[in-house]
C-alpha cells in the first residue's frame, strides 16, 4: 500500500505564525529525500536522509522540534 503524499499547500494554509521556520523532512513519491520548509519557502532534495536533516536543522538554527520527520510522500514543487 502505497503512503499518501502530503499536500505543502494544506499545511501552510493551517500554519501558524508560532510554526516559522520549521520543516518537514521526507521521501517524495520516487524516494528521493525532501525537506521543505512549514510555508514553501526554502526546500531541496537530497541525497540521504542525513543531508536533508543536516541542511534542515542548519536552516532553523538546531532549534529543537524545528524539523518534523515525515512517514507520508513529500513532494518538493518547483
Known amino acids: 500500500m502505497m503512503s499518501p503524499t502530503l ?3 494544506a499545511i501552510h ?3 501558524s505564525a508560532t510554526d516559522a521556520d520549521r520543516f518537514i523532512v521526507g521521501q517524495d513519491p520516487e ?3 525532501v525537506a521543505i520548509e512549514i510555508h514553501g519557502r526554502a526546500g531541496g532534495l537530497f541525497r540521504s536522509r ?3 536533516i543536516d541542511f534542515a536543522e542548519d536552516e532553523t538554527d538546531h532549534r529543537p522540534d524545528a524539523v518534523l ?5 513529500i513532494e518538493l514543487r518547483i
Open 69 to 73: 520527520l515525515s512517514g507520508a510522500c
Open 7 to 9: 499536500q505543502i499547500a
Open 31 to 33: 524516494g528521493h529525500w
Open 13 to 15: 494554509a493551517d500554519a
Open 50 to 52: 542525513k543531508d536533508a
